[in-house]
């Protein structure tokens, strides 16, 4: 079965560069969830679109915007990076806003040196 | 605020041993618990519980919510070392649409 799908799956960048992750989601999925984790930590939420409208907004920094297309892919886009948004960045995908099952993506882990 | 609590946070067995897993919550307006597996990659489904009471089962696998005292089990059943991952549950609810709020995870090892 077709899975989310991310990219790239590492990066590396330098402080106060940019960085766009990609996520594509689950055929026939309408929601996109962005996690962020950092190391020995739980997921963190940072936000999330269904029907490509922003639906929720977690702790995402200033630095970081986000939008999903009309093919229901969404990019984080993270700007000024610091050494602190090194992590693993994680896209799920459902369907239905909320009311079904979130299956994750395999993450893209970001290191700012 | 959404609150989610794992325990133990690790846990040390031996192949064929059973465990069970818990995870207490606070949410208001509660929609789902998740049940989560992570091997050093994304976390993979296990379940998801919206009704008290109902047990969910996949093989060697079941978990189990109890919406009165908010809280949730994962048992399994002759681990396994592929069973060896973090444990991670998680809670929708409150104003949110779905973002979920994880606990601190149970770290599980299953010696052979």
């Known amino acids: 079965a077709a899975g989310v799908i991310q990219s790239p799956r590492h990066l590396i960048k330098e402080k106060r560069e940019t960085a766009t992750l990609k996520c594509y989601p689950i055929?026939?999925?309408?929601?996109v969830y962005w996690y962020q984790q950092g190391p020995g930590q739980d997921p963190q939420f940072l936000i999330s679109?269904?029907?490509?409208?922003q639906s929720d907004k977690g702790s995402i920094p200033d630095r970081f915007s986000a939008q999903q297309f009309s093919d229901y892919h969404s990019e984080l886009n993270m700007s000024s990076l610091e050494l602190g948004d090194s992590a693993l960045y994680f896209c799920?995908?459902?369907w239905g806003e909320g009311y079904n099952e979130q299956f994750f993506g395999p993450g893209t882990r970001l290191t700012v040196l | 605020e959404d609150k989610v609590v794992q325990s133990p946070l690790s846990l040390v067995v031996h192949e064929g041993d059973t465990v069970t897993l818990n995870c207490s919550y606070e949410?208001?307006?509660?929609?789902?618990l998740l049940w989560y597996k992570q091997e050093k990659k994304a976390p993979t489904f296990l379940f998801m519980l919206?009704?008290?009471?109902i047990e969910k089962k996949s093989g060697r696998l079941s978990s189990i919510l109890d919406k009165k005292e908010l809280f949730s089990i994962l048992n399994i059943t002759a681990t396994q070392t592929g069973d060896s991952a973090v444990y991670l549950c998680?809670?929708?609810?409150?104003?949110?649409?779905?973002?979920?709020?994880f606990g601190q995870g149970t770290i599980l090892t299953v010696h052979p």
């Open positions: 799920a995908s459902s």
């Open positions: 998680a809670v929708s609810g409150g104003t949110s649409y779905g973002k979920l709020t």
């Open positions: 055929p026939r999925h309408d929601t």
């Open positions: 679109f269904y029907e490509k409208m």
């Open positions: 949410v208001t307006n509660f929609r789902s």
């Open positions: 919206t009704s008290s009471g």
